[in-house]
């Protein structure tokens, strides 16, 4: 359906016209014009977080005084890290040297593109570090035009259009697989390279124009992504990657052509804020599933979706997250922000495209409690075997963590080893393991049953196609029942006897008393109990995996094992927080859910 609606909108698109017949003839015209760096300095003028962003980025322009320039490294198939670092670079140092005329930033600025441009190439075997690299040469080229002397202008172009833009378009000749892939790779491909080619538009306009058709007619593939609510099957992690992209790209095109062709206005992606505010827990940690870190850190593109779509929530969040800005976070930057609890969102939210759900008690209370919980189809770009897995947060720390991704450059990471990989099995995640084996590869599970109330919300997710071989009935409900205690309920019945594992991977200080469990951090704990089976037990196992996997030191995985396998069982875990030295809080709970 998303494929098909996604052909539709393409269709459309490759029939508006020569896109650039509205091309801003002058430089620059990506993403920032004139006009808005005069903006930008009355802001700092006026604005502490404005100011205190521009001196952090004057402290990191003086740090790159004594750093070497971007290198050809490859590390496993990748020159992406260095791509970024040009990036990153070369928008830090134009946007100072726009907003202060100080040559030393036009210097360095030109120092790290003339390192660039020496590369014998830029890694097309691995189109992002292509992609991102054409990024950085199209900000390069168009916010420093007008004081490049010729020269200049005319080798930065040269190394954008053949180690970039002629490149891309051989891909996309042969079909390209990223061309029209519904994951991040279509953005940052599609988007890098189409901003690309709006920086040279003038110079190279039939390239440009060839360019531009492909990147119209294949991102809206992604975009379909967003439908219906605004979810992202990828993980947080690579939401950012893909929504920051979308945000570039589309910037780009309104500067430089004064329309995004509609593209923003694909179903679903006005909300992807949401997800991203929704996603973040109150210990400032994200429900990180699929190969992504738990760092929440900055999403400039949170202030662009902010003015876009009329959302000062998203701009709230962003504000909220500025330590470490991002030149954009200056760029996009918006004052008028608006709390959850001021815009009146609800605490829970289920986000049905991605089947992913969370659960909170407060959106101002630092100390609450919050759950992210997922259904998900393990098809995804970069998902983990992790069907029905949690998080929990709780007393401004996290207690049910998800360990994240492994170095991307384990052996066959991407391919035939990746299920060996402790990280990615089933045996990792806080959801329930049958005779210690992987859930199906292909299996998805979808969220069945949803209520929010004041006093119990509740997400259950059919996990049966996990195990299809085993399973005639596998269902996880997640609840928080009076915005107090989390409640986990297993309902299994198998077609033959199995084992059934119930798991929490913690980095807690765990004890044991056979059906009870206490989790121990500093001023806070969780007490865990077995509701149900009465002969259940708890106890916790290593997580740590054979070298050279990553150790996951600190952390055990705290499991309800069974006397012997069973056919049916119920299996139903309380995890209540509270201060230490307070008086568990009581919850009554109609069981089972």
């Not at 006897?497 to 951090?521: C, N």
């Not at 990553?550 to 069973?566: H, I, Y």
Request: with cysteine; hydrophobic share 40%; net charge neutral.
């Amino acid at each position: 359906m998303r494929y098909a609606l996604g052909l539709v909108f393409a269709t459309l698109l490759v029939a508006a016209g020569d896109p650039l017949e509205t091309l801003r003839k002058e430089h620059p015209r990506l993403i920032a014009l004139d006009s808005d760096i005069e903006r930008l300095r009355g802001l700092i003028r006026a604005n502490p977080q404005a100011r205190k962003m521009y001196d952090s980025f004057v402290a990191e322009a003086a740090a790159l005084e004594s750093a070497p320039t971007v290198q050809y490294k490859i590390v496993g198939p990748r020159l992406l890290a260095q791509s970024r670092l040009c990036l990153d670079r070369v928008y830090l140092l134009g946007l100072l040297y726009r907003l202060d005329g100080d040559r030393k930033y036009l210097e360095r600025a030109l120092a790290e593109l003339r390192a660039a441009a020496a590369f014998p190439d830029w890694n097309p075997s691995h189109f992002l570090d292509t992609a991102e690299m054409s990024h950085a040469f199209a900000i390069g080229y168009d916010w420093l035009y007008k004081s490049l002397s010729e020269d200049d202008r005319a080798w930065i172009r040269e190394a954008l259009v053949s180690k970039g833009l002629r490149v891309a378009q051989a891909h996309y000749e042969k079909g390209a697989w990223w061309a029209a892939v519904e994951h991040n790779w279509n953005q940052v491909c599609n988007g890098g390279i189409g901003i690309g080619a709006l920086a040279v538009a003038g110079d190279h306009p039939d390239l440009a124009r060839d360019i531009l058709r492909r990147a119209r007619e294949n991102l809206p593939h992604a975009l379909a992504s967003y439908a219906p609510d605004g979810g992202w099957a990828e993980g947080p992690g690579y939401w950012h990657y893909a929504t920051r992209y979308t945000a570039y790209f589309l910037a780009a095109l309104e500067t430089a052509l004064g329309t995004d062709f509609g593209l923003s206005a694909s179903e679903g992606f006005d909300r992807a804020g949401h997800f991203r505010v929704y996603f973040c827990g109150p210990s400032g940690r994200t429900f990180n599933y699929a190969d992504a870190s738990d760092t929440v850190g900055t999403a400039a593109e949170m202030f662009w979706l902010a003015r876009k779509f009329s959302q000062p929530v998203y701009a709230w969040h962003e504000q909220r997250r500025l330590e470490r800005a991002e030149v954009l976070d200056l760029v996009w930057f918006r004052e008028e922000a608006q709390s959850p609890a001021e815009a009146r969102w609800p605490l829970d939210a289920y986000f049905r495209g991605v089947d992913v759900a969370f659960l909170r008690s407060s959106w101002d209370d630092p100390d609450a409690i919050f759950v992210g919980v997922k259904g998900g189809d393990n098809k995804v770009n970069h998902s983990q075997l992790d069907l029905g897995t949690f998080v929990l947060d709780a007393g401004g720390t996290r207690w049910a963590i998800d360990l994240g991704p492994d170095d991307y450059n384990l052996p066959q990471y991407f391919g035939a080893l990746r299920w060996t990989y402790y990280r990615m099995r089933t045996e990792s995640h806080n959801t329930v393991l049958i005779d210690g084996e992987n859930q199906d590869r292909s299996a998805a599970a979808p969220v069945v049953e949803r209520s929010f109330q004041p006093k119990l919300a509740l997400v259950r997710i059919d996990l049966a196609n996990a195990y299809p071989d085993k399973m005639e009935r596998l269902e996880r409900a997640v609840a928080l029942a009076d915005r107090k205690t989390v409640i986990v309920q297993d309902r299994i019945k198998a077609r033959q006897p199995v084992e059934a594992l119930w798991g929490m991977v913690t980095d807690a200080e765990v004890s044991l008393r056979e059906r009870a469990a206490e989790l121990r951090k500093p001023g806070w704990v969780v007490d865990a109990e077995i509701l149900s089976p009465g002969n259940g037990r708890f106890e916790t196992i290593s997580t740590r995996p054979p070298q050279p996997q990553r150790q996951n030191e600190g952390t055990t995985k705290l499991l309800v094992r069974l006397p012997e396998k069973v056919e049916q069982a119920d299996i139903i875990v309380s995890l209540t927080p509270r201060r230490e030295g307070t008086a568990r809080p009581a919850v009554k709970v109609k069981l089972p859910l």
